[in-house]
């Protein structure tokens, strides 16, 4: 990846699609390496920019478009649910509300009076939540500013807000109270006059537990989805990487000072008694991009590869702990004309043995790799791989040269053993003093490379608090809905446990008599969620070169987790109505 961009505008008659093909054009004539080898620019529309990790924030502030839709995501399963909650309850309380629907009918109410009844309800509930909603906008976003760019407001009376607010309003009215006010306004008024709701009880109890199989699917999905990201996510901040990052820091110099003047400083700094070891590099081993360039071996067999590069002194592979496989590390006396390979890079240009690789050359890398002379670097020893990118990408070639000149950062090992957090803050200080009096125009900036490599995963982080927050939303959501029907079960069936009280049921028995008809439609949605979410997750995983398994304990973990949920849920409710008094629900009214 180049390092360098440009920003270019467009004539209006050229299509985006014609002005990368004359860029195509212009990078094989002017860039041709060997062959039809060339480097080729990639154009990237302005807007995109805003939400896209590879220029970092560079080019002002950034939102992560996956936590975005991930957000429209959650208030869109947030909405379904509540929905389903409502038909639920609805159609549960629909015994409670025949014989008013029967007088109705008697009365002269149609049916299309009816429903607009029922939908004229849920209109207004919809628009008292609505209400309530927009007065919790502004104290949410302000609670999760990890979610939410800076500068993002509400403007209620903006035409396209009230635009949004009025379909959602007609949307979850529609959604919510359709369904119910065609079922409801179906009654016959005899059957309804004698309490029949003219529903088939089969019908009824199919379709709710239907919407509870909808529901705890949607749940299910999301708790295997937060074990995995979890996982996955604890496997990224604990993997070995192949480097130590401990109680390490990093600084960064402008470039424009001399050689001699950086080296002024890295002795300053290694005098600390704070201070374990100090080396100057122009990167860590871990980096979110590096420049990637020609790495030519003219045998034979003549290979070509790309090769990231590090430029370092003789001090960064003890500081970073990095394992040599072959040949030594750096002399302070090597010039930039020796290198050191990564196992990658030297197995990648055909020596199947990193010894093998020792004493060898390789011609320049650049871009100008077709004139008659060639600089030759020498090969003077191979280092074990380590990840030199975020795991989403497996390990590139790498070639790290002696080049302190071009040296412009320092990594600095802090002394641990028998030390406090307010010795590292006594020789931080100590530093930037130092700095202060080396670098006078240049900031103090320093980083703890442990955390750095952590902020690599930033949106993976979010991934995992907005899937966290979707589950905790949706198993409450759901345990909602599952308790109100437990209670409208417990309520219609309150004389038949009654009958079973006076009969000598115990408290235990009907308890699970009375879930067990909760639970089927749970672990029916167990089924349901497990392969759809595991495809999900098997694809969001593939997005990591290095990743956890998909392990057959997750499914049942979460299965598990749910059953326990519901039944909780339901026997908190069911356990009230068991230890009734009979006598009061074999009451004659």
């Known amino acids: 990846m180049s390092l360098f961009q440009v920003f270019v505008k467009l004539d209006p008659t050229i299509t985006p699609e014609r002005f990368q093909q004359e860029l195509d054009t212009f990078a094989k004539r002017h860039f041709q390496i060997e062959g039809d080898k060339i480097y080729k620019a990639h154009i990237q ?42 038909i639920n309850l609805t159609l549960a309380q629909s015994l409670q509300r025949v014989k008013e629907i029967g007088i109705r009918k008697i009365l002269g109410s149609s049916r299309k009076g009816l429903i607009a009844q029922f939908l004229t309800e849920a209109f207004l509930l919809s628009a008292i939540a609505i209400g309530l909603s927009l007065a919790l906008v502004k104290p949410i976003m302000n609670a999760f500013p990890a979610f939410i760019p800076q500068g993002v407001e509400i403007n209620i009376l903006n035409p396209y807000t009230i635009s949004f607010i009025i379909g959602l309003l007609v949307t979850t009215t529609l959604l919510a109270g359709l369904y119910p006010s065609w079922i409801l306004s179906s009654f016959h008024p005899a059957d309804a006059i004698r309490s029949k709701t003219g529903i088939k009880g089969g019908f009824r109890d199919n379709l709710r537990k239907g919407l509870i199989v909808f529901q705890f699917t949607i749940s299910l999905a999301f708790i295997i989805a937060s074990i995995v990201v979890g996982n996955q996510l604890h496997f990224l901040l604990t993997k070995n990487l ?85 040949g030594r590390n750096f002399f302070p006396e090597d010039t930039l004309h020796t290198l050191i390979l990564n196992a990658t890079c030297a197995r990648l240009l055909g020596f199947r043995d990193p010894q093998a690789a020792i004493g060898k050359s390789l011609q320049a890398f650049g871009i100008n790799t077709t004139q008659p002379t060639q600089p030759r670097y020498r090969i003077i020893g191979v280092v074990a791989d380590f990840n030199t990118a975020p795991l989403t990408r497996t390990i590139s070639p790498l070639m790290i040269q002696s080049n302190p000149q071009s040296a412009n950062a320092y990594s600095i090992k802090l002394k641990t053993r028998g ?122 995983l593939q997005t990591f070169a290095y990743r956890v398994p998909l392990h057959w304990w997750i499914f049942a973990v979460a299965g598990a987790t749910a059953m326990l949920i519901a039944f909780l849920t339901v026997s908190l409710r069911t356990l009230s109505a068991a230890k009734a008094n009979p006598v009061e629900s074999l009451r004659i009214e």
């Open 242 to 326: 192949g480097f130590n990052q401990d109680a390490i820091i990093t600084l960064n110099t402008n470039g424009k000072d001399s050689l001699a003047k950086r080296q002024a400083f890295a002795t300053l700094a290694r005098e600390l008694p704070g201070v374990a070891a100090i080396t100057m590099d122009d990167q860590p081993p871990l980096t979110r991009g590096s420049m990637s360039m020609p790495c030519i071996y003219p045998g034979p067999p003549k290979v070509e590869i790309g090769a990231n590069i590090r430029r370092v002194d003789e001090r960064y592979l003890p500081l970073y702990k990095i394992k040599l496989l072959a």
């Open 419 to 540: 030390k406090t957090v307010a010795d590292f803050t006594q020789t931080i200080q100590q530093m930037e003093k130092g700095w202060a009096q080396t670098f006078p125009h240049q900031p103090f900036v320093y980083h703890f490379y442990d955390e750095a490599i952590a902020n690599f995963y930033e949106k993976e982080q979010k991934t995992s608090q907005v899937i966290y927050l979707a589950m905790g939303i949706a198993v409450f959501l759901s345990c909602m809905g599952l308790f109100a029907l437990a209670a409208l079960t417990a309520e219609n069936r309150r004389k038949e446990i009654g009958i079973r009280k006076v009969m000598g049921a115990r408290v235990q028995t009907i308890v699970l008599l009375l879930s067990k008809d909760f639970l089927k439609p749970v672990a029916l949605a167990i089924v349901v969620a497990s392969p759809i979410a595991g495809i999900a997750m098997s694809k969001w």
């Open 45 to 86: 529309p302005l807007k995109t920019l805003h939400y896209d990790d590879d220029y970092g924030k560079d080019y002002g502030r950034q939102a992560s478009l996956p936590t975005l839709y991930g957000l429209l995501g959650i208030a869109a399963i947030i909405l379904i649910i509540a929905a389903i909650n409502f």
